[in-house]
């Protein structure tokens, strides 16, 4: 078949005179856009694969500024390049929030590079965190 061959196809399609109800539009090369609810699929899957990751970084082994903090969450934020990262603080850290979420931002790429080395992706997200303190259950 030559190229034009398909062109020519769709041409005729449009002089016809008299369409009926069995003739169809001139099939299109474009892929439909793929449905929302797989794209929702893939991002919570994503978010549970990092999760997983996050468990084995946070809290850091060795390091007694992060001990007892607990990864609540993974969040897309608002989509998949981005994930918010949800951790809950004891209460009886030491440490104040602020300042526990500064050295997290530091040890950002660290974290990036352990996430990476778990997940099935081209690219990492960019990770935010949200510490809260966390209720004691009695």
Known sequence: MKPN???????????????????GPPKSRRKESRDDSSDDRKTMQ??????????????????PYFEGLV???VEPDPDASRLRVVI??????????????QRLIERVGFIRSEV??????????ILTF????REETQ
Not at 47 to 63: K, N, W
């Open 5 to 23: 061959d398909s062109r020519k196809r769709t041409e005729a399609w449009f002089l016809c005179a008299d369409l009926s109800p069995d003739d």
């Open 46 to 63: 994503l978010c549970a694969q990092v999760r997983r990751a996050l468990h084995g970084v946070i809290p850091f082994p060795g390091s």
């Open 71 to 73: 990864v609540e969450a």
């Open 88 to 101: 809950s603080v004891p209460p009886s850290c030491a440490q104040p929030i602020p300042s526990l979420k």
């Open 116 to 125: 990476a080395s778990q997940i099935h992706r081209k690219q990492v997200p």
């Open 130 to 133: 949200e510490l809260m303190p």
